[in-house]
Every structure is written in structure tokens, then in C-alpha cells.
């Protein structure tokens, strides 16, 4: 899975800090992700990175037997508006941690509907 990251990354003319800020984690965690010194990527992490790599998670773990049991199941295929569609490539461009508040923001405006 290691160098599918970087072939990922590299295709896509993305820097190792770029996908980092775009994590927000550090650039030095992505290096050991990439040289496979970090052994197993959180599956928030993976999830992020597909989205940002536009591909399914499968294709970043595909033969890596850590995450065989990992598979989400639960996705469904849907048409987007115009205006989600917006949405999804801005939130593409948040930080992990910026990512994670605008969850909980939806879940709080979901919550008092």
C-alpha cells in the first residue's frame, strides 16, 4: 500500500506537504506512510486519502491483508446536484480536522431538525 500512496500522490502533482495540510497531519507522517516505516494508515486517514486521490479505498489496500476486513460495504452510488457537487470538492480541501467539524456541524443541524 505504500507505494500506491506516493504513485497516487505523484500523479496527481501533490507534494508530501500539500497531502499532508490536506490531512492535517504532518509531512513527516506522510513520508512514513509512503517509505512504509508507519505499518498500518488509520481508516479515517485512508478514507480522506481516496477522496482526495479520487479513487475507492480498494485501490489504495488492494494485497495489503491488513485491511482485507476493512472493506465499507455501506456505500451507495447517487447522483449529486450541481451545489452538492460543490460542496463535496470544498470539503475535499479541508483539513482532517476541519473535515471532523463540519461533521459535527451537520450532525447538530440534523439533530434539531
Not at 29 to 34: C, G, K, L, M, T
Not at 56 to 74: A, F, H, M, V
Amino acid at each position: 500500500m505504500n507505494q500506491k500512496i506516493r504513485v497516487m500522490r505523484k500523479k496527481r502533482n501533490i507534494t508530501t506537504t500539500r497531502l499532508a495540510e490536506m490531512l492535517g497531519i504532518s509531512q513527516s507522517s506522510i513520508v512514513r506512510y509512503e517509505n512504509g516505516s508507519v505499518k498500518y494508515v488509520p481508516q479515517e486517514l485512508l478514507n480522506q486519502m481516496a477522496a482526495i486521490f479520487e479513487c475507492p479505498i480498494e485501490e489504495l489496500t488492494e494485497g495489503d491483508d491488513r485491511y482485507s476486513q476493512k472493506k465499507d460495504n455501506s456505500r451507495k452510488s447517487f447522483t449529486l446536484s450541481e451545489d452538492e457537487h460543490d460542496l463535496v470538492l470544498k470539503y475535499r480541501e479541508l483539513s482532517l480536522k476541519e473535515k471532523t467539524a463540519v461533521k459535527g456541524l451537520c450532525d447538530l443541524l440534523i439533530s434539531h431538525n
